[in-house]
């Protein structure tokens, strides 16, 4: 038989919230007063939080929801939220009971923003929902969309990828070196970390200057020369470097002879 909860005066429910991070951490917390462990993980007790309302509806709308209050022990750090692991963190929601451990989730959703001040933290959450909003008819487009050695490029990742030991760090512009042939074929291309505080970190490399690689997020003070790094090759989406450095035309996701907006609002000229 299923649970029902709050179907009494006095009931023995807490609520529960997960976060599942990208760079496969999970963590767990419960508003009862001691930790408890079910589904196979342990929530750890934060009776400070304070999840709002969740608002369910059957319309196709966002299903919006906060959750803020003060933490206990020390799972959510500054710097964690500074280097960007819970951007984009799956989140569940729900309740349990504290006796019997009977759960059901009520809330499925991802982090929108995240802040800590003073000890105190406050999470902004989208609904599964919010996939919705995304127009799944592609648009005709000079340029492949087509996300590299994605679905519909089909190129291997494992092809473009190397393992690199960091030589040198730039904290001011964001820069770090390593020992590449090559360093423009990894512009618009990934980064991830496999050591340091910022280990299962990834970032895009926007730019280079010889060997350094400019990322587009801060780097850790404590990533170090000697860290080892996951590099991936990038591609600038257009037929030439498709068809020219890649070999891989016939998967072109996009319409590169297609004539712009520019050809609509030109007329003869007399010569």
């Given at each position: 038989?299923?649970?029902?909860?709050?179907?009494?005066?006095?009931?023995?429910?807490?609520?529960?919230?997960?976060?599942?991070r990208?760079?496969g951490?999970?963590?767990?917390?419960?508003?009862?007063?001691?930790?408890?462990?079910?589904?196979?993980?342990?929530?750890?007790?934060?009776?400070?939080l304070?999840?709002?309302?969740?608002?369910?509806?059957?319309?196709?709308?966002?299903d919006?929801?906060?959750?803020?209050?003060?933490?206990?022990h020390?799972?959510?750090?500054?710097?964690?939220?500074?280097?960007?692991?819970?951007?984009?963190?799956?989140?569940?929601?729900?309740v349990?009971?504290?006796?019997?451990?009977?759960?059901?989730r009520l809330?499925?959703?991802?982090?929108?923003?995240?802040?800590?001040?003073?000890?105190?933290?406050k999470a902004?959450?989208?609904?599964?929902?919010?996939?919705?909003?995304k127009?799944?008819v592609?648009?005709?487009?000079?340029?492949?969309?087509?996300?590299?050695?994605?679905?519909?490029?089909?190129?291997?990742?494992?092809?473009?990828?190397?393992?690199?030991?960091?030589?040198?760090?730039?904290?001011?512009?964001?820069?770090?070196r390593?020992?590449?042939?090559e360093?423009?074929?990894?512009?618009?291309?990934?980064?991830?970390?496999?050591?340091?505080?910022?280990a299962?970190?990834?970032?895009?490399?926007?730019?280079?200057?010889?060997?350094?690689?400019?990322?587009?997020?801060?780097?850790?003070?404590?990533?170090?020369?000697?860290?080892?790094?996951?590099?991936?090759e990038?591609?600038?989406?257009?037929?030439a470097?498709?068809?020219?450095?890649?070999?891989?035309?016939?998967?072109?996701?996009g319409?590169?002879f297609?004539?712009?907006?520019?050809?609509?609002?030109?007329?003869?000229?007399?010569?």
């Amino acid at each position: 038989m299923t649970r029902v909860f709050f179907d009494r005066e006095l009931d023995t429910v807490a609520a529960y919230w997960r976060i599942y991070r990208k760079d496969g951490a999970a963590l767990a917390f419960t508003t009862h007063d001691r930790d408890l462990y079910f589904s196979g993980i342990r929530h750890r007790s934060a009776p400070a939080l304070l999840p709002s309302s969740v608002r369910r509806t059957i319309d196709l709308s966002d299903d919006e929801a906060e959750v803020h209050g003060a933490l206990s022990h020390d799972t959510i750090r500054t710097e964690d939220i500074a280097t960007g692991r819970f951007d984009g963190a799956r989140i569940e929601t729900g309740v349990v009971d504290w006796e019997t451990l009977e759960n059901a989730r009520l809330y499925i959703g991802s982090i929108d923003a995240l802040a800590r001040e003073d000890g105190q933290f406050k999470a902004q959450l989208s609904s599964i929902k919010r996939q919705l909003d995304k127009d799944p008819v592609p648009r005709s487009s000079p340029t492949c969309r087509a996300r590299f050695c994605g679905h519909g490029c089909t190129l291997p990742s494992s092809r473009f990828e190397v393992r690199r030991v960091a030589t040198a760090i730039d904290y001011t512009s964001d820069a770090v070196r390593f020992d590449l042939a090559e360093p423009s074929n990894y512009l618009a291309g990934k980064l991830r970390w496999l050591d340091g505080p910022q280990a299962g970190i990834e970032a895009t490399i926007i730019d280079y200057s010889g060997q350094d690689l400019v990322l587009d997020r801060p780097i850790a003070e404590g990533q170090q020369a000697g860290h080892r790094a996951i590099l991936r090759e990038g591609c600038n989406g257009t037929i030439a470097a498709c068809a020219d450095r890649f070999g891989n035309a016939i998967n072109f996701q996009g319409e590169p002879f297609l004539p712009g907006n520019d050809h609509l609002t030109q007329y003869p000229q007399p010569r």
